[in-house]
């Protein structure tokens, strides 16, 4: 054979052989994405396909909560209640691979609500809840105080104390640099006499020391939740429900321009979120019907000037109810609930379009908003088990069948960066 003829078929099956090494490579070293998980009592990691799993610590005799990750995803924070106990007792740190883990402090008050890091990832702020009587009556009331901590547990001092106000409800700006506050001020004190007197709640805002604290001037009647700000953290949004049912409403940051943008007689707002550019707000509102016992649910888009209102699932003919919106803002995922309460899950852009059934009828599924995994190809689910759906092949995993265990469903989140 010619020397210049074998030399180039060499180098042409070299080439091939380097092609052929570097796909499967590059296809060997895919990042995963994997989710934080809770079972009796231990914390773990399990990947999206469930078949790696590793316990992350040693597990604990009793229920074990998990808060969100840090900002950088390195410290999970957590708490924990004995078997016997009613509230968490104890609040932990460790790092996200389940080493360095610490306890930071024991019980406060009657128990720890949650918890939450800093934007900054350099303070630890965390909520305590005391249960009160209230006088002749057999209903009680829970009574929040907000503290802040060094990461270390050190520094603690408290921002808001239940004696004289409640804390209901904390969300951070997305800079980081401003703590918005819900606040019940006629929050019981030891002779509270009528449990009518608590529907007053105002809006509060602080520096993220928890220093500067300042009142908005918007006071709201009845309960107060769904609180957000918009990603240039220059509107907040809030559904407010009292006598006169549940509405939408939305407003500056510095409390001005407060205006109900959805919610009326016939029509209640249940939730509610800003896209993620700021521009629009998505929300699922039931609406009464004439015959008595029914109502039909639907899913909204409208722009936060109060414009373009835009029925997302008119085409479907179905109860659209809880919903996710993909980090990136593309991609929606949402329920549709049958007449006989079968749910499928769906998926579509955020104008409507493009509409895809992912997976058939099933009972009692759901979605939260953090639904979506960090790449945004993949979608966590629960009904009595825990799923995943892959949004390319519309593959399916029972993490609960997978893991050979029963995830808390409730305490189940995506881990916020991909794990090679």
């Not at 296809?27 to 231990?42: C, D, F, H, I, W």
């Not at 305590?128 to 603690?156: F, H, Q």
Request: overall charge negative.
């Amino acid at each position: 054979m010619n020397k210049k003829v074998l030399i180039g078929i060499l180098v042409v099956v070299v080439g091939i052989s380097a092609i052929g090494l570097t796909y499967f490579t590059s296809r060997g070293s895919q990042p995963k994405e994997y989710l934080l998980t809770v079972s009796n009592g231990a914390i773990y990691r399990i990947s999206a396909d469930g078949k790696e799993i590793k316990e992350l610590g040693e597990s604990m005799d009793g229920e074990v909560q998990v808060y969100p990750f840090s900002p950088d995803g390195k410290k999970i924070l957590f708490s924990y209640r004995p078997f016997y106990k009613f509230q968490a007792t104890s609040l932990w740190i460790m790092d996200s691979d389940g080493s360095n883990r610490e306890k930071l402090i024991d019980t406060i008050d009657d128990g720890f609500a949650d918890a939450y890091f800093s934007k900054d990832g350099q303070k630890i702020l965390f909520r305590t809840a005391i249960n009160k009587n209230i006088e002749s009556s057999e209903t009680s009331l829970t009574i929040y105080s907000l503290w802040m901590m060094n990461l270390d547990g050190s520094n603690r001092k408290k921002l808001i104390d239940g004696t004289n106000e409640s804390a209901e409800g904390v969300s951070f700006s997305p800079d980081g640099r401003k703590i918005l506050l819900l606040i019940n001020e006629t929050a019981p004190t030891k002779t509270l006499q009528k449990i009518e007197s608590l529907d007053s709640y105002s809006f509060w805002i602080m520096d993220s020391y928890g220093n500067n604290k300042k009142n908005l001037g918007v006071t709201a009647k009845g309960y107060i939740w769904n609180i957000s700000f918009s990603s240039n953290g220059e509107e907040i949004l809030f559904i407010a429900a009292n006598s006169e049912g549940k509405s939408l409403w939305i407003m500056d940051s510095d409390g001005n321009n407060n205006k109900k943008i959805a919610g009326d007689a016939n029509t209640e707002v249940y939730e509610a979120r800003f896209s993620p550019d700021g521009s629009k707000v998505y929300f699922v509102t039931e609406e009464t019907k004439p015959e008595p016992g029914y109502s039909s649910w639907y899913l909204w888009v409208e722009n936060i000037e109060g414009t373009g209102k835009k029925n997302l699932a008119e085409d479907i003919n179905e109860n659209s109810i809880y919903f996710s919106i993909s980090s990136d803002g593309n991609r929606i995922a949402f329920l549709v609930a049958s007449s006989s309460d079968e749910r499928s899950l769906w998926i579509m852009n955020p104008d409507g379009t493009d509409k895809k059934n992912l997976m058939g009828e099933t009972r009692g599924i759901w979605i939260s908003d953090s639904s979506f995994s960090p790449t945004g190809k993949e979608i966590l689910l629960h009904d009595s088990s825990t799923w995943i759906v892959n949004l390319d092949d519309r593959r399916k995993v029972d993490l609960n069948k997978a893991a050979g265990m029963d995830l808390s469903p409730g305490y189940t989140m995506w881990f916020p960066q991909k794990l090679e």
